[in-house]
């Protein structure tokens, strides 16, 4: 068995072991005694010195580059942290008053990925779902309606498999999709009209204007990734759902435009990520759905990617 510190406790998600400082209360233990990919620590006083820790002009969280090679993260009144320039190793601070669920997903999403595009890896802005038995998973920028679909699939049988961050490894060929925190994050009215008995007392963080949602999901590591969704600008003036088959360049552009951690591009990162995104247009369909985003519409939408899937 690997020798752990004393102060802290092994977790996994995404296909990794995680070993935290601080709780991460829903996520299980691991299975094996693997190492682990990341360890998440506590930041001493004075780490963050110098650091500006509010909201960019272009986002709600801040992201710096570090004359290391490291990245420095801020989520305002939830979290700063430092993640090494291997990616091995972040230290994180929550907020004094902050929501530890808050600190919890932020931490998940942005400094877990950005550790993983440090060592290599290029995880994709996904939400994935089990839809008979089938894992689909859905591209787009935020808004464009990636939770909202899932949590329409969610409330009708489907299970989450992640949400937000798509971890993907390859099996004999096969694309699987690791399985993330077993919630979504949704506006409040998509939370209370799909799925109203879920919990959603949590906040996201408070800037994005998302709570966390409870969505159970079964034990596995990770499901073989059947399709890919692209969700596409709304059609103006149309109330009709369409599906297309995206192939060859305009694939590849989209598979680019959905890895993380964008504003992080060495030069070896850029050669790195073509080559993940023609691995992945090659081993799994993508197709481009095009609907208006009314509620009314989203049992249209499902139809078409379970035919399509």
């Given at each position: 068995?690997?020798?752990?510190a004393?102060?802290?406790?092994?977790?996994?998600?995404?296909?990794?072991?995680?070993?935290?400082?601080?709780?991460?209360?829903?996520?299980?233990?691991?299975?094996?005694?693997?190492?682990?990919?990341?360890?998440?620590?506590?930041?001493?006083?004075?780490?963050?010195?110098?650091?500006?820790?509010?909201?960019?002009?272009a986002?709600?969280?801040?992201?710096?580059?570090?004359?290391?090679?490291?990245?420095?993260?801020?989520?305002?009144?939830?979290?700063?942290?430092?993640?090494?320039?291997?990616?091995?190793?972040?230290?994180?601070?929550?907020?004094?008053?902050?929501?530890?669920?808050?600190?919890?997903?932020?931490?998940?999403?942005f400094?877990?990925?950005?550790?993983?595009?440090?060592?290599?890896?290029?995880?994709?802005?996904?939400?994935?779902?089990?839809?008979?038995?089938?894992?689909?998973?859905?591209?787009?920028?935020?808004?464009?309606?990636?939770?909202?679909?899932?949590?329409?699939?969610?409330?009708?049988?489907?299970?989450?498999v992640?949400?937000?961050?798509?971890?993907?490894?390859?099996?004999?060929?096969?694309?699987?999709?690791?399985?993330?925190?077993?919630?979504?994050?949704?506006?409040?009215?998509?939370?209370?009209?799909?799925?109203?008995?879920?919990?959603?007392?949590?906040?996201?963080?408070?800037?994005?204007?998302?709570?966390?949602?409870?969505?159970?999901?079964?034990?596995?590591?990770?499901?073989?990734?059947?399709?890919?969704?692209?969700?596409?600008?709304?059609?103006?003036?149309?109330?009709?759902?369409?599906?297309?088959?995206?192939?060859?360049?305009?694939?590849?552009?989209?598979?680019?435009?959905?890895?993380?951690?964008?504003?992080?591009?060495?030069?070896?990162?850029?050669?790195?990520?073509?080559?993940?995104?023609?691995?992945?247009?090659?081993?799994?369909?993508?197709?481009?759905?095009?609907?208006?985003?009314?509620?009314d519409?989203?049992?249209?939408?499902?139809?078409?990617?379970?035919?399509?899937a």
């Open positions: 068995m690997q020798a752990v004393a102060d802290l406790s092994r977790y996994a998600v995404y296909g990794l072991t995680v070993e935290s400082a601080f709780p991460l209360g829903t996520l299980p233990a691991p299975h094996d005694d693997r190492p682990a990919a990341v360890r998440i620590l506590g930041a001493p006083a004075g780490t963050f010195a110098g650091l500006d820790a509010g909201a960019s002009p986002t709600w969280y801040r992201h710096a580059p570090l004359a290391d090679g490291g990245i420095y993260f801020a989520v305002p009144d939830v979290l700063q942290a430092i993640v090494g320039p291997d990616g091995r190793t972040a230290r994180c601070a929550p907020a004094p008053e902050g929501d530890p669920r808050s600190f919890e997903a932020n931490l998940l999403n400094v877990l990925t950005a550790a993983l595009t440090l060592q290599g890896e290029e995880p994709l802005h996904a939400t994935v779902v089990g839809v008979d038995g089938r894992a689909v998973g859905f591209l787009g920028d935020s808004g464009t309606g990636k939770s909202t679909l899932a949590a329409f699939l969610l409330a009708r049988g489907a299970e989450l992640t949400d937000d961050m798509l971890r993907l490894v390859y099996d004999a060929g096969e694309p699987i999709a690791c399985r993330g925190p077993p919630r979504l994050k949704l506006f409040d009215e998509q939370a209370r009209l799909l799925l109203p008995t879920a919990v959603r007392d949590a906040a996201f963080n408070p800037m994005s204007g998302k709570l966390l949602v409870e969505a159970a999901s079964s034990g596995e590591a990770g499901v073989r990734l059947s399709a890919l969704f692209w969700l596409g600008e709304a059609p103006a003036g149309s109330a009709t759902v369409t599906v297309r088959r995206v192939q060859g360049v305009e694939a590849v552009r989209i598979l680019l435009a959905s890895t993380l951690h964008r504003d992080h591009r060495p030069p070896e990162r850029i050669e790195r990520q073509l080559r993940s995104v023609e691995r992945l247009a090659k081993a799994v369909p993508l197709f481009a759905v095009a609907y208006p985003r009314r509620h519409l989203l049992p249209a939408v499902a139809d078409a990617v379970r035919r399509s």
